[in-house]
């Protein structure tokens, strides 16, 4: 794992472009890894922390979910810099989706994770600090949901989040808890998603009027779980600790059109 994660740094010191960098987020009793894609030039930047779902940052060790890197590489090329983050392997963690009571919670771990990268992006001289967005897909975006709840702000004196995006969160708990954003905030969803059900988040968006920031849901029809990720043909998966019929049983894979509007729309977003 070390092995590789040196090469993967210094191969990103030797190329320019859409380079990946491994980084070390010293906060708290363990560091914090995470992989960074920064655009080529000094900057300033804006920046984007993102946050992975229950499987996890690498698909085996040492390989970076390509769902993440194709993220990185466009996000880079449109003038971001991105910094995904690793709850897990620190922690001594893989994947989670199977895991009913998880060790590392969206609701606190992982929003103190999410503020300790936002912390370190902000330390940065080549960071506009106060255009730190966070963006997270499915465990993760249950993360940034957290993060950006009124009653979560931070109490640092470093600026806020600029805005957050939420890629297919699961938003039964929170809508029950009459969820709100800070920050402007942006769900993209899945109609046919039987892992997080759209139906829970825009119940829990239409709760906000009139008492949160400025809140966006996009449901795309006929897509499943992880929509946006490249390549991947639905597929059935099994044995997962939550599923909309409670047994475990979730479709993920990609829908090329919602895909495509998504990257549309993340990009206008972060821009604004």
């Known amino acids: ?13 030797a190329t320019p472009a859409d380079a990946a960098e491994r980084i070390d987020i010293g906060e708290g009793a363990a560091a914090l890894n995470a992989i960074l894609y920064r655009p080529q030039g000094a900057g300033p930047f804006p920046a984007v922390i993102g946050l992975h779902g229950c499987a996890g940052m690498y698909s085996r060790p040492g390989q970076f979910v390509r769902r993440f890197a194709d993220w990185g590489e466009r996000l880079s ?21 199977s895991v009913r009571d998880r060790r590392v919670r969206s609701s606190r771990e992982r929003v ?7 912390r370190w992006l902000q330390s940065q001289p080549w ?3 106060n255009r730190v967005s966070v963006m997270g897909w499915s465990n993760g975006a249950i993360t940034a949901l ?3 709840r009124p009653r979560a702000m931070p109490r640092d ?17 929170l809508s029950n808890l009459a969820w709100s954003t800070r920050v402007p905030t942006l769900i993209l969803a899945g109609r046919r998603d039987d892992w997080t059900p759209a139906a829970p988040c825009e119940q ?18 006929g897509a499943y779980h992880e929509f946006d ?7 059935l998966l099994t044995g997962q600790a939550y599923s909309a019929d409670g047994a475990g049983r979730v479709h993920a894979g990609t829908n090329p059109a919602a895909r495509a509007d998504a990257i549309r729309r993340v990009s206008e977003w972060l821009a604004r």
Do not use: E
Request: net charge positive.
């Open 112 to 118: 103190a994770d999410a503020y300790a990268a936002r």
């Open 157 to 173: 004196s470093m600026p806020d989040f600029r805005s957050a995006i939420a890629f297919y969160p699961g938003c039964r708990r």
């Open 204 to 221: 829990m968006v239409a709760g906000t009027r009139g008492r949160s920031a400025q809140v966006s849901i996009v449901v795309y029809p």
């Open 127 to 129: 960071v506009v600090k």
């Open 1 to 13: 794992m070390r092995l590789a994660f040196l090469l993967l740094a210094l191969l990103a010191a």
């Open 146 to 148: 957290w993060a950006v």
């Open 77 to 97: 090329r449109a003038g971001f810099a991105v910094l995904f983050l690793d709850s897990h392997t620190p922690r001594g963690l893989g994947n989670q989706c």
């Open 229 to 235: 990720r490249p390549d991947y043909p639905v597929r």
